[in-house]
């Protein structure tokens, strides 16, 4: 099964953000086992390594990324992703460059927090970490 991953959810994870770790967590487990192929955008490996870098030092910060990123691919973000965001009626352009890029890779579910997201996104399936864990996998 494959997946887009927001940004929250690797950041939840890394620092242990409560009460959303848990779920995040468990996400990372099913993708570092080869049970989903999870994907971020490549803006959102930046963010991630910017908002940890608040809460983990440096050296720390890099070599879990460098772990995480064993098996999580990053999905490349183009000008055509860009251009199509930008006409697109998602009222966020990050949410709308993150659906245009799970389209393109043709993510079965985009697993986010963004309940905006989860109610504007049209031909996609957006489900919370929470959800994706009891409805889909079934823990």
Request: glycine share 0%.
């Amino acid at each position: 099964m494959r997946v887009l991953l927001d940004t929250n959810i690797i950041i939840d994870a890394l620092i242990s953000r409560e009460p959303f770790r848990e779920a995040a967590e468990e996400i990372l487990f099913l993708s570092a086992s080869s049970k989903l192929q999870s994907y971020v955008t490549a803006n959102a490996f930046l963010d991630i390594y910017y908002v940890c870098r608040k809460h983990i030092p440096e050296v720390q910060i890099r070599n879990m990324l460098e772990i995480v990123f064993d098996s999580i691919r990053i999905a490349a973000v183009t000008e055509l992703d860009c251009a199509k965001s930008l006409e697109s009626s998602l009222p966020d352009l990050e949410d709308a460059v993150m659906y245009e890029c799970a389209q393109k890779i043709n993510a079965d579910y985009l697993i986010t927090r963004d309940k905006e997201l989860t109610n504007k996104a049209q031909g996609l399936k957006t489900i919370t970490p929470e959800a994706f864990l009891h409805e889909v996998i079934v823990v």
